[in-house]
């Protein structure tokens, strides 16, 4: 079946410092989907992506839609401690029986 | 987009025992779906509850182990059945309020332990 795949697993960072985070597809989605989720909560969504090529911002965050319709990444920009959490990203092919794919998650830590 | 209640947000259970968890709207979705996140883990898809007909089940799953109800366009349950401590996980609700393409908005989640 289809798999996404997010690496590394943790992420250390520096509050201030910028990072991104990437995302790759055995096969294309046509919506690629970015969560957070935060200890006790449910994932909660941050940036979705409709549209090959596209680029998105929400805040300090920014991502992109692959070009080749099987990755996608997210940057998050001067990190603040609160940005600490778990990010999933996530694709969909319309269509028949379409479900959702989870990448396993990168946990972001920040250090003060 | 739509506020999502679920109940209870944690339980312990004995084994053996079966906890039916909520998952209510605040408007009408059109479609519902179960997760279930283990310890550590991605988000797996247990089902798509369907309104007023049977849910349809991810391979691995089975109506006898995890029995769900959609009564309505607001309502669905998941009844976690005869439990073990490998049923220890987080249960998620999630919704697509609108179109079918839309991105899906989940709940809080119940952190479901067995002992």
């Known amino acids: 079946g289809q798999q996404l795949n997010q690496s590394p697993q943790s992420m250390f960072i520096q509050e201030g410092e910028d990072v991104s985070m990437n995302c790759t597809s055995s096969s294309i989605f046509n919506t690629w989907l970015w969560y957070k989720q935060d200890p006790g909560e449910g994932p909660v969504l941050l940036i979705a992506?409709?549209?090959?090529?596209e680029l998105t911002s929400n805040g300090r965050l920014t991502a992109q839609f692959g070009i080749t319709r099987k990755d996608s990444f997210l940057n998050i920009s001067a990190s603040i401690p609160s940005d600490v959490g778990i990010y999933f990203c996530?694709?969909?092919?319309?269509?028949?029986?379409?479900?959702?794919?989870f990448g396993k998650g990168i946990t972001l830590s920040v250090r003060p | 987009s739509a506020v999502i209640s679920q109940k209870p947000s944690r339980d312990i259970c004995q084994r053996g025992t079966s906890l039916t968890i909520q998952c209510q709207v605040d408007?009408?979705?059109?479609?519902m779906f179960w997760y279930r996140q283990q310890p550590g883990q991605s988000l797996t898809l247990i089902a798509t509850a369907n309104q007023g007909s049977e849910a349809t089940y991810e391979s691995g799953f089975v109506i006898d182990k995890f029995p769900i109800s959609r009564p309505n366009l607001t309502f669905s349950t998941l009844t976690v059945s005869n439990m073990s401590p490998e049923d220890s996980s987080i249960y998620l609700c999630?919704?697509?309020?609108?179109?079918?393409?839309?991105?899906?908005?989940f709940g809080d989640g119940t952190r479901l332990s067995i002992l």
């Open positions: 996530a694709g969909f092919y319309t269509g028949a029986n379409s479900k959702l794919t």
């Open positions: 408007s009408q979705v059109t479609m």
């Open positions: 992506l409709y549209k090959a090529g």
């Open positions: 999630s919704v697509v309020p609108g179109a079918a393409d839309q991105p899906q908005h």
